[in-house]
């Protein structure tokens, strides 16, 4: 939770050198600086936006923290969506050395060859993340026994709804429906996802079908639905959602359950649920480009941000579920996250339950990297949405 994070402690499990300072807010916490053959070199990231603790709130800035450990210097650019970054990406023309896709599309970043294996020695903090995360993972499998080659798990999370209780009755949010979302009573106030994947995909579990579908009816489908809901629509948004839920400016959206945590934590008369039509489940990973030209500072940064009390302070400011299990293991982490939120993040909810009591994949639903002919038959449809 933002506004209740206090600053944790901060100790480096690493190599113990010669003591600096970092800025974290207006607070200044005593850290060790480690020398490398980094040292005065620049690193490119590029990272969804809200996506990491930046010194706001309490938080601790990590770009600052990690210029100061390693003396390298940050360049942070951020994307609203996989899709804008697979385009800066996949056009060659600009080199970043870290950035933090969605399974889908590292599956296809592996494919189209535009992602480098990771030395794992290098990062020896990967032994944080949970082993569900590290093997036999759809997008990312072919290392030894089923193991990551391309990527590290930074966060995972599901998509649900974020409303305002202010203005939207109860009775039309009982059922816990995707229907919220075509309530004429509340048009001009509700928001849709403006990216074709989740966009779709809303539509998809609304109609009960298949997001991974190949089939082009399935898609015509959902094309209808959305249709339908756009005179409906205040508008298709990515970070825009964050002003326009706070500011109580629309009523009602579409959102990555991390973010709407961090909405709710903002303004209490913000709710979220999960639908019960089913919904997606996701991993964004941190993955280093095929034409990244610090390969070592990268490694650096990924290992950094798995250290655990770096780690922590992430997930707090974030609001994410993390990979990480000295993270969501930590009852320091809980306490300050709160009951509620952890829940939230890390309980399974009973409608997407199997009667073992894990992950119905079916209901929660992965997206895949999708063919070909189902990419181009998604782009058109988009294209005639927007």
């Known amino acids: 939770m933002k506004k209740l994070l206090s600053l944790l402690l901060i100790a480096l499990l690493v190599l113990s050198l010669t003591v600096g300072l970092v800025s974290c807010g207006e607070k200044e916490d005593e850290i060790q600086t480690i020398d490398t053959p980094y040292k005065g070199t620049t690193l490119y990231v590029y990272n969804w936006g809200e996506n990491i603790a930046n010194g706001e709130d309490g938080s601790l800035n990590l770009e600052k923290t990690f210029e100061k450990i390693y003396g390298i210097n940050v360049v942070y650019t951020t994307y609203a969506s996989n899709e804008e970054m697979y385009t800066k990406i996949s056009s060659g023309t600009v080199s970043y050395d870290v950035i ?97 994947r989740d966009a779709f995909g809303v539509a998809m579990y609304r109609d009960h079908l298949n997001v991974n579908s190949t089939d082009r009816a399935d898609w015509e489908q959902a094309y209808r639905s959305i249709l339908e809901q756009k005179p409906l629509l205040k508008g298709f948004v990515m970070d825009e959602i964050y002003e326009e839920m706070e500011g109580e400016n629309s009523y009602i959206g579409a959102y990555y359950a991390g973010d709407c945590l961090t ?29 990244a030209k610090n390969v070592g500072a990268a490694e650096l940064w990924i290992n950094f941000l798995l250290e655990t009390e770096y780690a922590i302070e992430n997930s707090l400011y974030i609001c994410y579920a993390s990979p990480n299990k000295t993270v969501y293991e930590s009852a320091e982490y809980r306490e300050e996250l709160g009951d509620d939120y952890y829940s939230i993040l890390y309980d399974i909810p009973e409608q997407y339950k199997k009667a073992d009591g894990t992950l119905d994949t079916t209901i929660a639903q992965y ?20």
């Open 100 to 196: 933090i896709p969605s399974d889908y599309m590292i599956a296809r970043l592996i494919e189209e060859d535009l992602v480098q294996k990771i030395n794992y020695d290098n990062i020896p903090n990967y032994k944080n993340i949970a082993d569900q995360y590290k093997y036999n993972l759809f997008y990312d499998c072919g290392g030894k026994d089923g193991m990551t080659e391309y990527s590290a798990a930074y966060t995972v999370g599901m998509v649900g709804i974020i409303y305002n209780t202010k203005y939207v009755d109860e009775a039309d949010v009982a059922d816990h429906s995707w229907n919220l979302l075509w309530n004429e009573k509340y048009s001009g106030k509700i928001l849709q996802f403006d990216n074709p």
């Open 263 to 291: 909405m709710l934590d903002n303004n209490e008369n913000l709710d979220f649920f999960y639908p019960v039509e089913g919904t997606n489940v996701f991993v964004d990973a941190m993955c280093i480009p095929k034409n």
């Open 367 to 386: 997206f895949y990297n999708q063919t070909a002919e189902i990419k181009a038959v998604q782009a058109e449809l988009w294209n005639l949405v927007k």
